[in-house]
């Protein structure tokens, strides 16, 4: 998705913005406008929004035409959508915080994650390693769930305490009901229910994977144990400051490839064959070269 996920030094600020100045290190999102007056953004959570604009491919107020995102020199936004990165992040590791960061992070603070509760992290990808730096650094015991043995020692380096080949039935079976809650980062087709039988009483799966195939769930899977089953993407305008603060303060980065502008369409393939730990961001000053 083009540039969605932004981060660099503020140049200029308008007369009336008083948040920011010319050299602070700020952050720009998948959002960069809202209605700021329906009750979703009056609760914080501008992502809800039915007005939301997204930071690309979204109708441009201002200009007209659409949004065009991040993959550029520079990009005016409204200062309520432009947040403070701290300063102890780097830039590009700080980058994709703006979106796989907050998506595993807000989920994890809204169903109770928390030092003694156990987590299942389902994908070691671009979401599932940022779910096992949050889940860890929130005290929880972390299991991740893989289909590739070859993810073990990397999982173990991110933070888990334990690695589940979850083709393995008894592997699987060792963990029946006994989870507070599970991250299910997968968006290729998989067997949904394997992972709800996980779940303790009034344990909760949340979906931030997007397979295109739908989910087949079974209801006796959530009746039996009265699970929760739900979904979740960003988080708004607060929370993912929050989100930043709390990097800042464990020194929670994601683990990236930097590259120039002239090898995206070479990524591109990279991350369609998996071949990324975990993100790639772009140097946006290769632009200069072109």
Known sequence: VPGHEIVGRVTKVGSAVTKFKPGDLAAVGCLVGSDGTCPECQAGLEQFCPNMVL?????????GGVTYGGYSASIVVDDRFVLRVPSNLTLAGAAPLLCAGITTYSPMRRWGVTKGKKVGV?????????????????????????TSPRKKDDALRLGADEVVVSRNAAEMQKHASSFDFILDAVSGDHDINAYINLL??????TIVGAP????????????????NLSGSIIGGLPETQEMLDFCGAHNITTDVEVIPIQKVNEAYERLLNADVKYRFSIDMASLKAE
């Open 122 to 146: 389902v994908g070691l990808g671009g979401l599932g390693h940022m779910g096992v730096k949050f889940a860890h650094e929130l005290g929880a015991h972390v299991v991740v769930f893989t």
């Open 200 to 205: 303790r009483r009034d344990g909760t799966l």
């Open 212 to 227: 295109v195939k739908p989910h087949a769930v079974s209801a006796f899977s959530l009746l039996f144990g009265r699970r």
């Open 55 to 63: 930071t690309f491919n979204s109708p441009d107020k201002h200009l």
